[in-house]
C-alpha cells in the first residue's frame, strides 16, 4: 500500500526533476527546429520559457493539492469536519455531501494561491490574457461551485454504497459510473459550457457555408458548427469537438477564427471532423468506464490497510466513515497520476489519427504547417518539448512532429524530397 504512495510521490519528484531540467536550458539533441512563416510572428525563444514554465507550474498545482490533501488527511481536521457535519444534518447522504462540500471549499481556496499565479499572473506576464482580476476571479469561483455542485451529491452515493456493501461497493460504483460519465458528456455542453462562454453559429457567412460544405463532404452535413468568445477570457486559439447525441458540436474559438485564413480554418475543422465521425468521445468515455472500474477496484482492496495505518490513529479507521474522503481522494490522485502517461499515450494516438484524416480529406498540407505555426506562435507552444514532458503530460503530438507529418504527406504524395513550402507555396 505504501508503495503506491512512495512511486507516486517518485513519479512527481521525476515530473519535478524533469521540469526544472526542462528550464535549466539544458536539452537533449533535438530535430531541426521548425522556421516560421514570413507573416507568423513566432518567438521560439518566448515561447519555449512559457511553455517550461508551463510544465513546472502543472507538476506545482497536482504536488500542492496532494498537499492540502494530506494536510487534512494527516491531521485532525478530517474526524473535526465529521464532527461538524453530524452536528449540522441528520442524515447520512446530507452529513457526507456536506462533508464533501466543506473539503472541496478548503481545496478551492487552498488551491487559489498557485492558480493565480500560474493562471492569471502568468498570463498576463506573457500577454495572453483579456481578463481583469474579477473577471477571472468569478470564473474560478464559477468553476468551483459547478465541480462541487457535481462532486457533493456523487460522493454522498459513493458513501451510501461503501456503507451497504463494503466489499462489493466499486463494482456498483463503477456500474453507476458508465451513465453517470454519459450524463456528463451529454448535459455538459448545454448546461455547463454556456456558463463561461457564449456559444453561437460561425458568424461569418462565406466561412460557415465553406465548414459546412466540409462537414458536408465528410458525410456529416448535419453537424453543429459553433464559435465562442474565447476572446473575452484570453488571446489563445483553439477549436474542439465535444458532447454526444443532440449536445455534439464542433467549436472553433473567435480568436482562431480571426487569426487564421480559411484554408488553415478547413483544416482545423477537418481534424475535429475526424473526432467526430471516428466516435472518438465514446473512446474517451470507454476509457473513462474503464479506468474508474479499475481505480475503484484497486481503492477498494488499498484503503482498508491505509485506512488501519493512516486513519486509525486520527480517528478514521472505517472506508464508510465520510472523514475517510481526503485519503480516498490523495490515494485516487496518487494512482491516476501513474496512469497520466498511458493516457496521454492513447490520446496522442488518437490526434494523430485525427491529423492523418483531416490532411486527407482537405489535401493541403500547407495549411496544416502553416496552421500550426499560428498555433504556436500565438499560444506560445514550443515545438518541440523534451521526450519526457510528452509522454507525461501531452495530450496532443508536440506542433513540431505535427508540421513534419504534414510535410511527410506532401513527399508521400508527391514522391519528391521536397519540402511542403517548396511543393505548395503559401503565405
Ligand atoms: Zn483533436
Known amino acids: 500500500m505504501r508503495r503506491y504512495l512512495l512511486a507516486a510521490g517518485c513519479g512527481f519528484l521525476v515530473g519535478l526533476a524533469a521540469a526544472a531540467w526542462a528550464g535549466s536550458g539544458t536539452r ?6 521548425q522556421q516560421p512563416e514570413e507573416d507568423v510572428e513566432y518567438d521560439a525563444s518566448l515561447a519555449r520559457r512559457y511553455s517550461r514554465t508551463g510544465y513546472g507550474w502543472h507538476f506545482l498545482r497536482q504536488a500542492w493539492l496532494m498537499g492540502l490533501l494530506g494536510a487534512v488527511a494527516f491531521s485532525p481536521l478530517a474526524a473535526r469536519l465529521r464532527g461538524a457535519v453530524r452536528q449540522a444534518v ?6 457526507d455531501g456536506l462533508f464533501a462540500l466543506g473539503l472541496g471549499a478548503f481545496l478551492a481556496v487552498g488551491a487559489l494561491p498557485p492558480a493565480l499565479l500560474s493562471g492569471f499572473v502568468r498570463s498576463h506576464a506573457y500577454g495572453l490574457s483579456n481578463q481583469s482580476i474579477q473577471q477571472w476571479l468569478l470564473d474560478y469561483v464559477k468553476s468551483a461551485g459547478v465541480e462541487l455542485l457535481i462532486a457533493a451529491p456523487l460522493v454522498a452515493l459513493a458513501w451510501a454504497l461503501i456503507r451497504r456493501s ?4 466499486w463494482l456498483w460504483m463503477s456500474l453507476c459510473w458508465a451513465p453517470l460519465s454519459l450524463g456528463f458528456v451529454l448535459l455538459c455542453p448545454v448546461l455547463i459550457d454556456p456558463l463561461f462562454n457564449k456559444f453561437e453559429p460561425v458568424r461569418d457567412p462565406d466561412l460557415r457555408s465553406a465548414l459546412h460544405a466540409l462537414a458536408k463532404r465528410a458525410g456529416v452535413g448535419d453537424a453543429v458548427l459553433l464559435q ?4 473575452s477570457q484570453d488571446k489563445r486559439l483553439s477549436a474542439y469537438m465535444w458532447g454526444i447525441a443532440h449536445s455534439k458540436r464542433i467549436v472553433l474559438s473567435d480568436t482562431i477564427i480571426a487569426r487564421l485564413n480559411e484554408g488553415e480554418l478547413l483544416f482545423v475543422t477537418a481534424h475535429e471532423i475526424a473526432h467526430y ?5 465514446w473512446i474517451g468515455l470507454g476509457s473513462s468506464i474503464l479506468g474508474a472500474t479499475c481505480g475503484f477496484g484497486l481503492l477498494s482492496w488499498l484503503m482498508p490497510g491505509l485506512l488501519r495505518r493512516f486513519g486509525k490513529p486520527r480517528g478514521y479507521a472505517n472506508p464508510g466513515d465520510i472523514a475517510a474522503l481526503p485519503l480516498f481522494l490523495l490515494t485516487a490522485l496518487a494512482l491516476a497520476s501513474m496512469t497520466t502517461p498511458v493516457a496521454a499515450a492513447i490520446s496522442r494516438q488518437i490526434e494523430s489519427q485525427a491529423d ?4 486527407e480529406l482537405v489535401s493541403d498540407p500547407a495549411a496544416a504547417r502553416s496552421a500550426f505555426l499560428k498555433l504556436a506562435a500565438v499560444n506560445l507552444t514550443e515545438l518541440d518539448p523534451p521526450r ?6 501531452y495530450s496532443h503530438p508536440p506542433l513540431g512532429a505535427r508540421i513534419r507529418r504534414a510535410e511527410q504527406y506532401v513527399r508521400e504524395r508527391a514522391g519528391s524530397p521536397r519540402g511542403v513550402s517548396e511543393a505548395h507555396p503559401r503565405n
Open 28 to 33: 537533449a539533441p533535438e530535430p531541426e527546429e
Open 90 to 95: 441528520r442524515s447520512p447522504p446530507a452529513q
Open 166 to 169: 463494503p466489499n462489493t461497493w
Open 228 to 231: 465562442m468568445d474565447r476572446s
Open 277 to 281: 465521425v471516428k466516435h472518438h468521445v
Open 356 to 359: 492523418a484524416y483531416a490532411l
Open 388 to 393: 519526457a514532458i510528452v509522454c507525461w503530460m
